[in-house]
């Protein structure tokens, strides 16, 4: 057993990608790449894009976020049990990065009502997501 902060010897494989399941990729590929841009479906071997497959490639060479298309898709549910994870995007301007992620078709999912440096939405497939003050 290893203490926290301790790395592993070696690793069994490296992260590769984030996969977002959705009922249409591509709507959800423009929604990311406005708010973190990078190119959608850039040319790589290691992809295959099409109807039900679309990747959005970072710039600065972070692991690829990919979106696969599920025809039964059900979104989570913030703050219920089940849900297991969230995207953290760090913003200059809350409210600048608010008005911008809803003109895209975020939606707000709470109302903290105080001064807190995140906010919660869900994406157009409602996946949830935080702005985060820098």
Do not use: K
């Amino acid at each position: 057993m290893t203490s926290p902060g301790t790395a592993l010897p070696s690793a069994i494989g490296t992260f590769q990608c984030l996969v977002l399941d959705c009922p249409d990729v591509m709507r959800l590929a423009r929604f990311y790449q406005r708010l973190l841009g990078g190119e959608i479906n850039r040319p790589d071997a290691q992809w295959a894009v099409g109807d039900a497959w679309a990747t959005l490639h970072d710039a600065s060479g972070a692991p690829v976020l990919a979106f696969q298309g599920v025809a039964d898709h059900r979104p989570p549910v913030w703050g219920a049990p089940e849900q297991q994870f969230h995207i953290d995007v760090r913003v200059a301007d809350l409210d600048v990065a608010q008005e911008a992620v809803l003109a895209l078709g975020a939606r707000r999912l709470d109302d903290d009502g105080g001064d807190r440096s995140w906010r919660i939405y869900a994406d157009p497939a409602g996946h949830p997501f935080c702005l985060v003050r820098h």
